[in-house]
């Protein structure tokens, strides 16, 4: 991106923040009397987790994704036991669980029983955003932490191999447009996979024996590469070829190149109702105005705001893997 288009693109994002700002109670600045450092004890705990592993990036945004397609943004997604949401199979290889108890316990040093678990996750993906290139935003707070965590609760989550129409459905569910679906899966411009969630698409896919004809020649060779048929399912490759772990729109150009990783990604340009977004994601224009990075600061402000309680809703947790006693 063109360090001219930088201003408009900041522009942008606080206005696309601020048109989220007043849905369901939250607010930009809740705690800017109640607890003024919040938000700076988290971006620096962030951070600090960042430049020991900047794979927790990827992992706080996801989990941040997954806390709120599931019962709403409540932070239920925290919450530790054998039958919670936590443990629930989509969400085993979730990781940054420490970043948010550190962030926890610093803040309620400063500020006891002001400060919500859900709040901080929010906070602390939008962090993770930015410290891997990505764009910043104002996150609207005032979540309350939710009183249930179940398991069962977590079958709604997209999956990797839904069709166009359940992830749509699952998205319009909760209020969130196409637009918002392929904007949110362009989260995957980082962070990896294991191979046993994409290797069936290189071997034996389709009824004659071949590979899933949406992906590259090319591609198709550099995956079988890295996930032998007989391999390790549990070797991780990157979700954005050729992007690092940079925070770009590379994502989306891949999708066009049939480099998508993913099959459920893959069906993003494959499917007409979504190619044309995925399209608008790609080109010098886009890149220039900074399209992307723009839609995603508006449709994070709408996925956290998912759901939410506030007021005398839930609680705010004293630990976040735990309700209060």
Not at 65 to 92: K, M, W
Request: hydrophobic share 40%.
């Amino acid at each position: 991106m063109g360090s001219g288009a930088v201003p408009l693109l900041f522009l942008l994002i606080a206005m696309a923040a601020a048109s989220g700002a007043l849905a369901q109670g939250t607010r930009v600045g809740f705690y800017r009397t109640s607890c003024p450092r919040a938000e700076a004890i988290v971006r620096s705990t962030v951070q600090t987790h960042y430049r020991a592993d900047p794979a927790v990036a990827p992992g706080l945004l996801r989990m941040h994704f997954h806390d709120c397609f599931v019962q709403g943004c409540d932070a239920s997604i925290l919450i530790a036991g054998p039958s919670t949401e936590r443990n629930a199979l989509p969400n085993l290889g979730l990781r940054g669980y420490d970043v948010i108890d550190d962030a926890k316990t610093q803040v309620e040093a400063a500020c006891p029983g002001i400060v919500s678990c859900a709040d901080i996750l929010a906070l602390a993906a939008r962090d993770s955003v930015v410290l891997a290139g990505g764009p910043s935003w104002d996150v609207p707070t005032g979540r309350r932490d939710g009183l249930v965590s179940s398991a069962t609760d977590a079958n709604n989550l997209p999956g990797f191999t839904d069709s166009m129409d359940v992830q749509k459905q699952k998205f319009s569910q909760l209020g969130l447009t196409t637009r918002d679906l392929v904007t949110l899966v362009g989260a995957h411009t980082i962070g990896t996979t294991q191979c046993q969630f994409f290797r069936y698409r290189l071997y034996n896919f389709t009824s004659d024996g071949g590979p899933d004809p949406t992906i590259s020649a090319s591609f198709l060779a550099q995956l079988r590469a890295l996930c032998p048929a007989d391999g390790d399912g549990t070797r991780r490759v990157t979700l954005d070829n050729g992007s690092g772990s940079n925070f770009d729109d590379n994502f989306f150009q891949n999708l066009e190149d049939g480099r998508g990783v993913l099959e459920s990604d893959q069906k993003l340009f494959s499917d007409p109702t979504t190619r044309r977004y995925v399209q608008g994601y790609t080109g010098l224009i886009a890149g220039l105005v900074g399209a992307f990075e723009t839609e995603f600061a508006r449709s994070m402000v709408r996925m956290s705001n998912i759901g939410v309680r506030t007021g005398s809703l839930g609680e705010i947790r004293r630990v976040c893997s735990a309700f209060n006693s």
